[in-house]
């Protein structure tokens, strides 16, 4: 099976302009996961989606959103950029289907570096 | 939610020689660790994952052992060799969302 992609891989944002990632999961798995990867913080959980419904959220401001789509592709969207959203943005996918405190191996995507001038 | 600390933070070790590298845990009702590895400029990659009903897994020359009443749990690389000159990164399961560790650097050197 193919692994997790996203798109795009690079980008350069200056602040105050929004941002909209892509991520598409192995085929079959309907959980998308996204992480915030910086030198500082580490790896961040920002949310989880599985049919098309957030189910858990991250504690980082409602400019960072997501959405799922009905073949469980994924997109998270930054708005007003600032210059600490600079990071990798990496989503991951699963089966989802362990449920709560869920024991499902989580396959990471290469990430999206982004750069806010 | 679940809070997960990792040490240390760098490691160096001769190739050849044993790696460990610990992580404690808050969350009692935690039950699924994981451990990735990621290169430098590469995605995290899983490399060994202990659910809370067993004490020990081992594969290769790798090896995890849980630790449920003192919440803890540790990785043992054996062996070790320059290609596993990596950070990893244990973590633990709040809901559907990994918290991981803060990542431990280990440099292997021949």
């Known amino acids: 099976k193919a692994g997790v992609t996203q798109t795009p891989r690079y980008l350069i944002k200056t602040r105050g302009q929004q941002v909209t990632l892509s991520c598409s999961p192995i085929s079959g798995h309907r959980s998308v996961s996204w992480y915030q990867q910086t030198p500082g913080q580490g790896l961040q959980f920002l949310f989880e989606y599985f049919s098309e419904t957030q189910r858990n959220k991250g504690n980082f401001p409602g400019r960072f959103s997501g959405r799922q789509f009905s073949n469980s592709r994924s997109e998270m969207n930054v708005s007003t950029l600032e210059l600490g959203d600079s990071a990798l943005y990496l989503c991951?996918?699963?089966?989802?289907?362990?449920?709560?405190?869920?024991?499902?191996?989580?396959?990471f995507g290469p990430g999206t570096r982004l750069t806010v001038l | 939610g679940e809070n997960v600390e990792q040490h240390p933070s760098t490691l160096s070790v001769q190739e050849g020689d044993s790696a460990v590298i610990k992580c404690t845990y808050s969350?009692?009702?935690?039950?699924?660790f994981p451990w990735y590895k990621q290169e430098l400029g590469k995605r995290p990659q899983l490399i060994i994952d202990?659910?809370?009903?067993?004490g020990e897994k081992k594969d290769q020359r790798i090896a995890v052992t849980l630790n449920k009443t003192a919440k803890h749990f540790s990785l043992h690389i054996t062996e070790t060799q320059p290609e596993d000159s990596a950070v990893y990164f244990c973590?633990?399961?709040?809901?559907?969302?990994?918290?991981f560790g803060k990542g431990t650097s280990l440099l292997v050197t021949p």
């Open positions: 973590a633990g399961v709040t809901g559907y969302a990994l918290n």
């Open positions: 991951a996918s699963s089966e989802g289907t362990s449920g709560y405190r869920s024991t499902d191996t989580q396959y």
């Open positions: 969350d009692s009702a935690s039950n699924y």
């Open positions: 202990i659910r809370s009903n067993v």
